[in-house]
């Protein structure tokens, strides 16, 4: 498809939001994908268009909504979810498990069943009850260690049934912390060497802490802050601080805030960006599209979502393709319409054109339809004589006509022959071709067979006359 | 914790109705304006044919005069009207009697809106080819549509199926 072509169309149907979403959909710019999390009875959504700056929603999501609620939100939702292909639902840290734990294989004992037995020493009651994925990192000291990020079965689901009762199956649900870990490992800028780094995530209303050292995460914790204002974030912010360093007898090294947005108000506390541009929750969704498109960031959709989410990815390529068919119906119409527009217009111009000269000529034209009909009548009648002069000037001698069967209405003839050589069919074809009223002469059929007489070659030709000119 | 909330899919339901039911819509639209365009392109292509002729009879009217007037000359329109049904089986006959053609079969019916004889009759090459010179010599409007002669095994003549039309 010519994108030049497409981004004509989409301008000139600029008025005709229907038809400029067919025109959206066919051409090769990127499709409207959300990022979404819930917090404090809302769902914040962060909305990223065609290469425009992201935006930002705040859907009032109650724990039990009403139906004017549930109504309220689902418009809302379906207000910018029309053109939206991708929805990545990330899970807040406070709704998480995340655990490390060193990983000593027993003897015999495969790396998966040690993974497994950890998993049930760590959480020996909770291993049933939550979702959950072990990653290994190396941490520096001897050995390996397990890093289990997880989060309450019941929590996941009760999540995904209010997403869905708003309309929305997503296509990814992913952990912040992960995704958090995930976004600073692969950040350019991160130095192998750095040691006790804090890596904060301020949301709304809670920041997330993760303490990394050179690459591996020590531990991961979230706070939950008063107010949305930079005070409150940086009282918080000097808690976790207060608390690595009691708990690990380190000095944080370094203090990474997720985002490049100024980090003045954090009381003094020198930090820096990381993760790309605009705020946090741009950084974020942005992450998280990077890694959905990566695939490197674990997808905790249970199993039993998964068929809720092809039917519902099945139902936006249904529509994809109905807007495709519609489109092409409706370009099948344009070009159609403007065709038979044209073929109007210049019909009626030759009329006009023709009418004076028409008027001069009328007694010489019903001259001309006589004797057109004339050589047309002599033609029909003198047709099947023509035939059986052509045939009889061109057969050679030894050679026999069998049948001959002549369409007056499709100018053709066919013949059935036998010839005593195989030289006496060519000559006669040769010959037939020769005949000034006949054309297109072809050898259909040609067979040889012994018998009492000797070989005998058996033929089948077909030929037109030729039409007369008007 | 609510577990019975609907499921709204039946709103994206409605929206791949909608779009199929306008892309039906506009197809139909786009295949009775292709079925037009069609009906005008052979509409134009007459109107041309018909105002090149126009043209061309109007630069050289004497000279194209002059051929018509030849060829009506040549070959004169056929004569007359044409035949009952029964007259018209009834010369066919006297002229297949004339060319001692033996007669098996005579069958009148319509073929594509217009009516036609349909013969089966023996006789020799000769004779057939005689039977043809007549009805092309002939002034009447009958001739020949369809014609089958097949030779037969061991002998001298040949069977003929021959349909007339007048059309």
Redesign the interface.
């Known amino acids: 498809m010519n994108r030049a072509f497409f981004s004509g169309l989409q301008d000139m149907l600029q008025d005709l939001p229907v038809l400029r979403r067919f025109a959206h959909g066919l051409s090769e710019r990127p499709r409207m994908r959300a990022v979404s999390f819930f917090s404090a009875g809302r769902l914040d959504v962060t909305v990223f268009g065609a290469g425009d700056a992201p935006s930002r929603e705040s859907i009032p999501v109650p724990e039990s909504p009403s139906q004017e609620d549930l109504q309220k939100a689902r418009e809302k939702i379906a207000g910018f979810r029309q053109e939206q292909g991708t929805w990545i639902h990330v899970i807040p840290r406070q709704a998480a498990f995340v655990k490390t734990f060193s990983l000593e294989a027993r003897e015999g004992e495969s790396k998966e069943a040690a993974v497994l037995r950890r998993v049930r020493e760590e959480m020996p009651h909770l291993a049933d009850e939550i979702l959950y994925h072990v990653a290994l990192q190396e941490n520096g000291t001897p050995g390996q260690e397990a890093l289990l990020f997880g989060i309450a079965k019941a929590t996941l689901e009760e999540q995904l049934r209010r997403l869905e009762s708003l309309g929305v199956v997503p296509d990814s649900v992913m952990l912040s912390t992960e995704l958090l870990l995930w976004l600073y490992q692969n950040d350019p800028s991160r130095r192998e060497e750095d040691k006790n780094v804090l890596l904060v995530h301020d949301a709304a209303r809670q920041i997330e802490v993760l303490y990394v050292d050179r690459g591996a995460l020590v531990q991961s914790r979230w706070f939950g802050k008063e107010a949305d204002e930079p005070a409150a974030a940086a009282a918080v912010l000097q808690t976790a601080q207060e608390a690595f360093q009691r708990e690990w007898r380190r000095v944080p090294e370094k203090t990474l805030v997720l985002g490049n947005e100024s980090r003045g108000g954090y009381g003094g506390i020198p930090c820096e960006g990381f993760g790309g541009e605009g705020p946090d929750e741009a950084a974020l969704g942005s992450a998280a599209l990077k890694a959905f498109a990566s695939g490197a960031v674990f997808d905790f959709t249970p199993a039993s979502w998964e068929d809720r989410r092809r039917r519902s990815r099945t139902g936006r390529e249904k529509t994809r393709f109905a807007a495709l068919l519609a489109l092409f119906a409706a370009s099948w119409l344009v070009l159609s319409a403007s065709r038979a527009a044209g073929l109007a217009l210049e019909t009626a111009w030759l009329g006009v054109r023709q009418a004076p000269v028409s008027a001069s000529v009328r007694e010489l034209k019903n001259l001309r339809s006589q004797a057109l009909k004339a050589a047309r009548y002599s033609r029909k009648k003198t047709s099947p004589l023509l035939i059986l002069a052509g045939l009889r000037a061109a057969a050679p001698q030894g050679l026999i006509l069998q049948s001959l069967a002549y369409d007056e209405a499709k100018a053709v003839f066919s013949l059935k022959g036998e010839a005593v050589a195989e030289n006496l069919i060519q000559d006669f074809l040769a010959g037939l071709q020769k005949q000034p009223g006949f054309e297109k002469m072809t050898l259909e059929r040609l067979e040889s067979s012994s018998d009492d007489r000797g070989r005998i070659f058996t033929f089948e030709i077909e030929g037109h006359l030729k039409k007369e000119k008007p | 914790?609510?577990?019975s909330?609907?499921?709204?899919?039946f709103?994206?339901?409605a929206?791949?109705q909608k779009?199929?039911l306008?892309?039906a819509a506009?197809?139909a639209?786009?295949f009775a304006?292709?079925r037009?365009?069609a009906g005008?392109?052979v509409?134009?292509d007459l109107?041309?044919q018909?105002?090149s002729?126009?043209?061309e009879?109007?630069k050289n009217?004497d000279k194209?005069?002059a051929?018509?007037?030849e060829?009506?000359n040549k070959?004169?329109?056929?004569s007359g009207k044409r035949l009952e049904r029964n007259e018209w089986i009834r010369t066919t006959q006297d002229m297949i009697n004339r060319h001692n053609l033996l007669l098996s079969e005579l069958a009148p019916s319509e073929e594509s809106g217009q009516e036609i004889l349909a013969l089966e009759f023996e006789g020799t090459m000769t004779d057939v080819?005689g039977f043809?010179?007549e009805?092309?010599d002939s002034a009447g409007?009958t001739?020949?549509?369809?014609?089958?002669?097949?030779?037969q095994d061991g002998e001298n003549t040949v069977r003929a199926s021959v349909k007339l039309?007048q059309k």
Not at chain 2, 5 to 9: A, D, H, R, V, W
Not at chain 2, 143 to 151: D, G, H, I, Q
Request: net charge positive; glycine share 4%; no cysteine.
């Open positions: 914790m609510k577990t909330l609907p499921s709204f899919s709103l994206r339901q929206g791949d779009f199929l306008l892309a506009l197809f639209a786009a304006f292709s037009v365009e005008l392109e509409r134009r109107a041309r018909d105002y002729t126009d043209l009879l109007s009217g194209h005069r051929v018509y007037s060829i009506l070959t004169p329109l056929p080819a043809l010179y009805l092309k409007w001739y020949v549509s369809n014609l089958e002669v097949t030779r039309s």
